[in-house]
Protein backbone atom coordinates (compact mmCIF):
# COMPACT_ATOMS: atom_id res chain seq x y z
CA UNK A 1 0.00 0.00 0.00
CA UNK A 2 1.31 3.64 -0.75
CA UNK A 3 2.27 5.62 2.30
CA UNK A 4 -0.52 7.76 1.76
CA UNK A 5 -3.16 5.63 1.51
CA UNK A 6 -5.82 6.40 4.31
CA UNK A 7 -5.54 2.50 5.15
CA UNK A 8 -2.24 0.30 6.38
CA UNK A 9 -1.58 -2.83 4.79
CA UNK A 10 -3.89 -5.04 7.28
CA UNK A 11 -7.04 -2.84 6.40
CA UNK A 12 -6.34 -0.56 9.52
CA UNK A 13 -7.23 3.19 9.32
CA UNK A 14 -4.32 5.15 9.05
CA UNK A 15 -4.70 7.55 12.34
CA UNK A 16 -2.29 10.08 13.94
CA UNK A 17 -1.13 9.27 17.53
CA UNK A 18 1.67 9.74 19.92
CA UNK A 19 0.89 6.44 21.37
CA UNK A 20 3.62 3.86 21.63
CA UNK A 21 4.05 0.13 22.14
CA UNK A 22 7.04 -1.55 23.54
CA UNK A 23 7.75 -5.41 23.05
CA UNK A 24 10.01 -7.34 24.77
CA UNK A 25 10.99 -10.96 24.25
CA UNK A 26 12.84 -12.95 26.96
CA UNK A 27 13.69 -17.15 26.70
CA UNK A 28 14.57 -18.00 29.65
CA UNK A 29 16.72 -21.60 30.65
CA UNK A 30 14.25 -22.67 32.68
CA UNK A 31 10.16 -22.79 33.27
CA UNK A 32 10.80 -22.00 37.03
CA UNK A 33 12.98 -19.00 35.64
CA UNK A 34 9.75 -17.79 33.82
CA UNK A 35 8.01 -18.32 37.08
CA UNK A 36 10.58 -15.98 39.31
CA UNK A 37 10.35 -12.98 36.54
CA UNK A 38 6.37 -13.70 36.27
CA UNK A 39 6.69 -12.29 40.13
CA UNK A 40 9.58 -9.75 39.29
CA UNK A 41 7.49 -8.35 36.36
CA UNK A 42 4.11 -8.04 38.73
CA UNK A 43 5.99 -5.45 40.89
CA UNK A 44 7.59 -3.42 38.42
CA UNK A 45 3.91 -3.69 36.47
CA UNK A 46 2.84 -2.34 40.18
CA UNK A 47 5.63 0.52 40.24
CA UNK A 48 5.36 1.58 36.65
CA UNK A 49 1.80 2.50 37.45
CA UNK A 50 2.64 5.71 38.94
CA UNK A 51 3.32 7.03 35.48
CA UNK A 52 1.31 8.51 33.88
CA UNK A 53 1.89 7.77 30.63
CA UNK A 54 1.43 4.08 31.15
CA UNK A 55 -2.01 2.81 29.17
CA UNK A 56 -1.54 -0.97 29.84
CA UNK A 57 1.11 -3.65 30.70
CA UNK A 58 0.95 -7.59 29.45
CA UNK A 59 3.01 -10.38 30.35
CA UNK A 60 2.12 -12.76 27.33
CA UNK A 61 3.56 -16.64 27.26
CA UNK A 62 4.81 -18.36 23.85
CA UNK A 63 5.95 -21.75 25.38
CA UNK A 64 6.69 -22.78 28.78
CA UNK A 65 10.58 -20.79 28.66
CA UNK A 66 9.34 -17.63 26.27
CA UNK A 67 7.49 -14.74 27.39
CA UNK A 68 6.57 -10.97 26.06
CA UNK A 69 6.66 -8.07 28.02
CA UNK A 70 3.91 -5.53 26.25
CA UNK A 71 3.24 -2.13 27.62
CA UNK A 72 1.07 1.14 25.87
CA UNK A 73 2.02 4.20 26.51
CA UNK A 74 0.83 7.52 25.73
CA UNK A 75 4.05 9.11 23.68
CA UNK A 76 7.72 8.33 23.93
CA UNK A 77 8.13 10.80 27.09
CA UNK A 78 6.28 8.37 29.10
CA UNK A 79 8.77 5.59 28.61
CA UNK A 80 11.56 7.62 29.20
CA UNK A 81 9.88 8.78 32.80
CA UNK A 82 9.45 4.82 33.22
CA UNK A 83 13.61 4.07 32.26
CA UNK A 84 14.32 6.50 34.94
CA UNK A 85 11.61 7.08 37.79
CA UNK A 86 10.85 3.24 37.86
CA UNK A 87 13.82 1.62 39.79
CA UNK A 88 12.80 -1.68 40.18
CA UNK A 89 12.77 -1.73 36.41
CA UNK A 90 16.85 -1.89 36.24
CA UNK A 91 16.80 -4.15 39.30
CA UNK A 92 14.85 -6.63 37.50
CA UNK A 93 16.04 -6.09 33.86
CA UNK A 94 19.69 -7.48 35.34
CA UNK A 95 17.75 -10.50 36.58
CA UNK A 96 16.26 -10.49 33.03
CA UNK A 97 19.19 -10.88 31.23
CA UNK A 98 21.16 -13.43 33.77
CA UNK A 99 18.30 -15.44 33.34
CA UNK A 100 18.21 -15.63 29.37
CA UNK A 101 21.75 -15.84 29.09
CA UNK A 102 22.90 -18.53 26.63
CA UNK A 103 26.41 -19.72 27.32
CA UNK A 104 26.80 -21.45 23.96
CA UNK A 105 25.73 -18.45 22.48
CA UNK A 106 27.61 -15.84 24.59
CA UNK A 107 24.59 -13.79 24.90
CA UNK A 108 21.16 -13.27 26.41
CA UNK A 109 18.19 -14.52 24.51
CA UNK A 110 16.09 -11.33 24.56
CA UNK A 111 15.08 -8.30 22.16
CA UNK A 112 13.48 -5.68 22.53
CA UNK A 113 11.09 -3.24 19.62
CA UNK A 114 9.00 -0.03 20.16
CA UNK A 115 6.91 0.81 17.87
CA UNK A 116 4.25 3.86 16.83
CA UNK A 117 0.58 3.20 16.72
CA UNK A 118 -0.25 3.80 12.99
CA UNK A 119 -3.47 2.33 12.33
CA UNK A 120 -6.75 1.28 14.32
CA UNK A 121 -9.84 -1.28 13.38
CA UNK A 122 -13.12 0.20 13.41
CA UNK A 123 -13.71 -1.37 17.07
CA UNK A 124 -11.59 0.25 19.96
CA UNK A 125 -12.88 -1.45 22.39
CA UNK A 126 -10.36 -2.74 25.34
CA UNK A 127 -11.75 -2.81 28.75
CA UNK A 128 -9.67 -0.73 30.63
CA UNK A 129 -7.95 1.12 27.94
CA UNK A 130 -9.55 3.76 25.62
CA UNK A 131 -6.90 4.90 23.20
CA UNK A 132 -9.87 6.77 21.27
CA UNK A 133 -8.84 10.26 22.53
CA UNK A 134 -5.36 9.67 21.36
CA UNK A 135 -5.82 8.48 18.03
CA UNK A 136 -6.56 11.02 15.04
CA UNK A 137 -7.62 9.81 11.54
CA UNK A 138 -4.91 10.90 9.45
Known amino acids: ?41 R ?15 AFLVESPRTFYSL ?4 DD ?15 VAGRGLSATYRRDLRRPEVWSTQWRLAGTSGNLNWE ?3 LRPLVAPQ
Open 1 to 41: MPPDSARTGAGFERVRSSVTCVVTRFQVRSVWQLVSLYRHY
Open 43 to 57: RVRRDARRCAGLLHA
Open 71 to 74: TLWT
Open 77 to 91: GAVLEFGTAVDSHVA
Open 128 to 130: GVD
